[in-house]
């Protein structure tokens, strides 16, 4: 279908060779006899108010295929058409001032009658007014084609780049719920750029799809100006912040005061203040990129080399005559560009998401590794031998306390069965289980073991085992005070962050000569694989020497 379709001939389109204009209002000037030598031949006008506009059309052979003809017309103002001196319609009401116009679209289309269509040239006149203006921004633009064409050729291009938006659209809330789902700031950056840019297509291609009056024509270019501001704000960091540059903060303050100083330089609903915020925007991810290069950062090469056909690529494609269909080339450089840009930023959050992936099952088999370890620690041989051994003595020497370690013993074994099967529970059954471990430990030696609780919200949930190995490593790493007691005292401290959680666990005892630190222990690497499996790299936990013994302090999101 593809191959079939190219065989059709393109459609034919006439633009004025000649285009003049003058401020005044005489009906006289809309004949072709007139003699329009002494106009303003630059095209624009620099005026508001009443004024007529001229356009010389060249008709060829060809053009007989074409009928009837119409005329696309892009017009700041109301106005009447005169083709040859006849009137062929308009758009709004021409007024001599504010009160007396009305304003017309500022996109329209017009027919020209079968028998003002023969090959050679034609006049076109437009009697123009434009009070509704709030600065000197009048201009028309016109061109002559199929009647039946006219209208169609920007809705087939709108068709095709609404396809392409709603691509953005999806991807868009896509990614944000994902960012609500597992806070990551690239995702969050990326979701608002395809919605961005999904509301940029909107507002760039309205113009085909309904009819606006021209006084809204400078809002809409001045948010599609505003928008063009906010995507090159985020393009670079996006890539600072993937790529967890150095002074990354102070290095987007830099680019945003330089968008901003453009944005100030010339209003925004200026074409050529949005494609200087796309240069300098280009232009700064490009150094962003270089920097991360220079760092050594992963993907930094393959992202270089795709960037640079950012430029390259729609450079090209515009010299082709398919260029011609979108009116504006800067058009096809900018959708062109911007769908690169997407396809290199979800390259990028591919691997991550791949990397974060392989991280996950790494540390589910690493605890599920420690887990083992920590089970075959306490399941020991020696150990079941010690406590049996201990057990037979209660059982003949105090039946009653017998019963006691036995059902202090069952409740140990359940906890190992459900730290082995459950990633968290509630606060409540965790100091359940420690201390169901300190009455075991109660009965195995003549050390008091007591636990003290401070305020705690009991049906809060945290990683199973992680208070239970902590007072683990307490008894192995310390020695009773004087009083032959340890003591453990769990606290939930006031966060400096509204979105954490801090729990304090002190134990009260002689610490020993050679105190187990974060670094090594089979008990602290369960305790960090078990933090990591939740929350990932958002937790904190410092442990260290007092002067009453140890503390153990955990920070985890709320």
């Known amino acids: 279908m593809v191959l079939i379709s190219s065989c059709q001939a393109p459609v034919e389109r006439y633009f004025p060779h000649s285009r003049c204009n003058k401020a005044g209002d005489n009906r006289q000037w809309a004949e072709p006899e007139f003699d329009d030598s002494l106009w303003d031949h630059r095209g624009d006008s620099l005026s508001i108010g009443l004024q007529w506009q001229r356009y010389r059309i060249q008709l060829d052979s060809s053009s007989n295929q074409l009928l009837p003809l119409g005329i696309r017309v892009i017009s700041w103002g109301a106005y009447e058409a005169f083709w040859d001196g ?37 006049v076109l006149a437009l009697r123009v007014s434009n009070h509704y203006l709030r600065r000197y921004l009048s201009w028309n633009a016109i061109y002559v084609s199929a009647g039946a064409e006219i209208g169609k050729t920007g809705l087939r291009v709108t068709a095709f780049m609404f396809i392409l938006g709603g691509i953005f659209l999806s991807a868009g809330f896509y990614y944000l719920s994902l960012f609500l789902r597992a806070p990551d700031r690239p995702q969050l950056i990326f979701g608002l750029m395809c919605l961005l840019f999904f509301s940029l297509l909107v507002l760039e291609y309205w113009k085909f799809l309904s009819p606006y009056p021209y006084p809204f024509q400078q809002t809409r270019l001045s948010l599609i100006g505003f928008n063009t501001l906010l995507l090159a704000g985020l393009t670079p960091a996006f890539f600072l912040d993937y790529f967890a540059l150095p002074r990354r903060y102070l290095l987007w303050i830099v680019v945003l005061l330089g968008l901003v100083g453009i944005a100030l330089y010339e209003p925004l609903y200026f074409d050529s203040t949005s494609h200087r915020l796309g240069v300098f925007s280009w232009l700064s991810t490009l150094l962003v990129i270089v920097y991360a290069w220079w760092q050594k950062r992963p993907e930094s090469h393959i992202v270089l080399a795709i960037f640079l056909l950012f430029y390259a690529l729609p450079q090209l494609l515009n010299s082709w005559p398919i260029a011609g269909l979108y009116l ?10 911007f769908a690169l840009l997407v396809l290199t930023q979800l390259y990028l ?20 590794r420690l887990q083992l370890e920590l089970l075959r620690k306490q399941i020991q041989p020696h150990y079941l031998m010690n406590t049996l051994t201990i057990l037979m003595e209660e059982v003949e020497q105090n039946p009653k306390r017998s019963v ?28 359940e289980l420690c201390q169901s471990h300190l009455k075991v430990m109660l009965f195995r030696s003549t050390i008091n073991y007591e636990w003290l609780n401070g ?104």
């Open 86 to 122: 006849q009137p062929i319609g308009g758009s709004g009401r021409v007024g001599a001032d504010l009160d007396e116009e009305v304003p017309g679209d500022f996109y329209s289309q017009l027919l020209i009658p079968e028998t003002f269509s023969a090959p050679g040239e034609h």
């Open 328 to 337: 504006y080339p800067y058009d096809i450089t900018l959708f062109l560009s």
């Open 349 to 368: 959050l591919s691997q991550r998401t791949q990397a974060q992936r392989l991280a996950y099952e790494a540390s589910l088999v690493r605890s599920e």
């Open 404 to 431: 006691e370690f036995i059902e202090a013993l069952a409740a140990e074994f359940s906890a190992f069965h459900v730290i082995a099967q459950e990633k968290t529970i509630s606060l409540k059954r965790e100091i």
């Open 455 to 558: 305020p705690l919200l009991l049906e809060r949930t945290i990683p199973a085992g992680v208070m239970l190995t902590l007072v683990e490593n307490g008894i192995t790493h310390s020695r009773p005070q004087a009083d032959g007691t340890i003591r453990f005292e769990l606290h939930e401290d006031q966060p400096s962050s509204p979105n954490k959680r801090v729990y304090r666990l002190d134990v009260f005892a002689q610490n020993r000569k050679t105190p187990i630190g974060l670094q090594t222990g089979t008990g602290l690497s369960f305790i960090r694989s078990r933090l990591e499996e939740n929350y990932g790299q958002d937790w904190q936990l410092k442990s260290g020497p007092t002067a009453f013994g140890w503390r153990n302090t955990l920070i985890i999101p709320q």
